[in-house]
Nanobody, 113 residues
Framework: QVQLVESGGGLVQAGGSLRLSCATSASIFSINTMGWYRQAPGKQRELVATIAGWTTNYADSVKGRFTISRDNAKNTVYLQMNSLNPEDTAVYYC????????WGQGTQVTVSS
């Protein structure tokens, strides 16, 4: 049973933008920190951004370029990604925790140079 449903990945040129979405149930969304992680080929999965309530946290590599936000009415978290570069190419995963450990199926983001 898929608890987190992601969408919005794709192919974009360097300097472009994408917005990822992650929808879940109210029972998961309302009590958990929501986050985005990514995993590039041959690399470990890394934190991109989290949002707990309205408090956000970002990896240094994406600060000033990515914005995480939430829509409480839709139980959805977003990741707006601007000024993308090839180093941002990865599979992006949505996560909810610590009340449970929920992961999305992943969505591919590819940035061409």
């Amino acid at each position: 049973q898929v608890q987190l449903v992601e969408s919005g990945g794709g192919l974009v040129q360097a300097g472009g933008s994408l917005r990822l979405s992650c929808a879940t149930s109210a029972s998961i969304f309302s009590i958990n920190t929501m986050g985005w992680y990514r995993q590039a080929p041959g690399k470990q999965r890394e934190l991109v951004a989290t949002i707990a309530g309205w408090t956000t946290n970002y990896a240094d590599s994406v600060k000033g370029r990515f914005t995480i936000s939430r829509d409480n009415a839709k139980n959805t978290v977003y990741l707006q990604m601007n000024s993308l570069n090839p180093e941002d190419t990865a599979v992006y995963y949505c996560h909810a925790g610590p009340y449970g450990d929920y992961w999305g199926q992943g969505t591919q983001v590819t940035v061409s140079s």
